[in-house]
């Protein structure tokens, strides 16, 4: 009698099938893991190639400009730039130490070159550093067309802007200049979420300050140089005037003609003292600039002042200095710690 093979093969033909659909199992899942590896090698390629982009486009004063990123050799030039960039550790080859706060680390730099304040800057030491950036700003924004003749391959970026003139506006303009210019340098040195939490914390003291005063308060905005007291006036004024239309001031004094003198308006101590202000503001110019030989501090300026003893600003010790470096680094911490200061006193 003959054997039959069927069930042999019956389990051969199993086997066989199971190890082919494994084979194809197998296959699959390779396919399928060298497909993700290759997805994710694209993606990280897409990051990396954003990451290391070469240049950037920015837009300053004169229009769009192509600026490259984390470019090697720098000069800046700004009032408004030199302390963001120290905190983020940005390289200068050349700055103007003559109107830098003294204890500035680019000062300090003997390797950092010093091209002279703007009255007689020394813009040839720009073009010895063959720079692939310039930031011009503020002092120097006067010298943007020379500068740019005279590193042509340089990209050149003007970050000043204008504190508008006009009723309303001046608030706007500064805090909008202030925190374009800073998401500007995060553009540039890829910077961007260092950019975002300056504006961030910028913001936050703007509305701690303002949420300090009490809306009725009467504020004097002064400017304390070689030892005499000049108006900042609300609006134009030096420093303090965008802030009356930021955190909404009183005036305690309106004068016709309002400038934005370096050394405030001319204005009689007994002009002040008959405003009788709640609040006096000061800045102290002259503690900005070393080489001042007239300095005499504003605190003392004002304590000694015969004709303000008797204001209501004097008497409950209402006095408001700005950081002592202010009139020479106008930057965007410099304000942040004004504006901390301002909600601090006003709350006491």
């Known amino acids: 009698m003959r054997k039959s093979f069927l069930p042999k093969l019956t389990v051969l033909a199993a086997v066989f099938a199971l190890a082919l659909t494994g084979c194809q199992s197998k296959s699959n899942n390779t ?7 290759s997805e994710s090698a694209e993606t990280t390629a897409a990051e990396t190639t954003a990451a290391e982009a070469k240049t950037v486009e920015v837009t300053d ?12 050799t720098v000069v800046a030039l ?16 050349a700055v103007p ?13 003997s390797e950092v070159q010093d091209i002279g304040n703007h009255s007689e800057p020394n813009l040839e030491i720009i073009a010895a550093a063959d720079p692939e950036l310039v930031i011009v700003g503020q002092r120097f924004s006067s010298y943007y067309e020379e500068i740019k003749k005279l590193v042509p391959n340089a990209a050149v970026v003007d970050l000043s802007f204008q504190i508008s003139k006009e009723a309303g506006k001046s608030g706007e303009s500064f805090t909008n200049g202030l925190k374009d210019s800073t998401i500007t340098l995060g553009k540039i040195f890829n910077k961007n979420e260092e950019a975002e939490k300056l504006n961030a914390d910028f ?20 400017v304390v140089s070689g030892g005499d007291i000049g108006f900042s006036a609300p609006v134009s004024g030096r420093v303090w005037g965008p802030l009356y239309e930021v955190f909404g001031w009183t005036s305690a004094l309106e004068v016709s003609g309002a400038t934005s003198d370096h050394q405030g308006d001319d204005i009689s101590v007994e002009a002040i003292a008959q405003s009788n202000p709640d609040w006096i503001f000061v800045l102290d110019r002259d503690a900005a600039i070393s080489s001042t030989k007239d300095a005499v501090p504003a605190q003392d300026v004002i304590n000694n002042s015969p004709a303000l003893q008797n204001t209501t600003a004097i008497t409950k010790g209402q006095v408001v200095y700005a950081p002592n470096d202010t009139y020479t680094n106008e930057s965007i911490q410099t304000f942040i710690e004004l504006f901390d200061n301002l909600a601090k006193s006003l709350t006491k």
Do not use: C
């Open 31 to 37: 396919t399928s893991t060298e497909t993700s590896a």
């Open 97 to 109: 130490k003559g109107v830098m706060p003294a204890d500035s680390s680019y000062v300090a730099d």
């Open 61 to 72: 004063i004169h229009g769009t400009v192509t600026v490259p990123v984390n470019p090697k």
């Open 78 to 93: 700004d009032n408004r730039t030199f302390e963001t960039l120290s905190d983020w550790g940005i390289k200068l080859a």
């Open 203 to 222: 913001d936050q003291a703007i509305e701690k300050a303002k949420s300090a005063y009490n809306g009725t308060d009467k504020i004097m905005s002064v």
